[in-house]
């Protein structure tokens, strides 16, 4: 009688801890979304975001940025072993960043050997 009695229990408390968590996990899957009706009034932030002067970037910092990007570009396509695409980046971004790595030019050499240029290597 013990037994059926534990057994009767635990499975009850199965039940209830799993309903628990299935409305907590809904509970917090709903509140995260953010979804405003369509007619909502919008805030006073999206009003100043969407109203705020656009900031440009200065000339030479966005000029190191395309540097940086087109390296890891050139890396990400030296790892999937797209050569072409990865001496096409690289040169980019030795052109881009004023005071080039030699990390940068040691990928631009093993390259041009592996195309078989020594003159550009």
Excluded: W
Excluded at 24 to 50: H, K, N, R
């Amino acid at each position: 009688m013990l037994s059926r009695r534990y057994c009767c229990r635990t499975s009850l408390c199965r039940q209830v801890l799993c309903l628990a968590l299935s409305c907590f996990g809904i509970i917090t899957v709903s509140g995260c979304s953010v979804i405003q009706p369509v007619g909502a009034p919008v805030s006073q932030l999206d009003i100043e975001v969407q109203n705020a002067a656009r900031v440009y970037m200065d000339p030479e910092i966005k000029e190191h940025s395309e540097g940086i990007h087109a390296f890891l570009v050139g890396q990400l396509a030296l790892y999937q072993e797209d050569f072409d695409s990865a001496l096409e980046n690289f040169k980019k971004a030795a052109e881009k960043l004023k005071d080039s790595s030699p990390r940068l030019h040691a990928r631009l050499a093993d390259l041009y050997l592996k195309k078989g240029d020594l003159e550009s290597a």
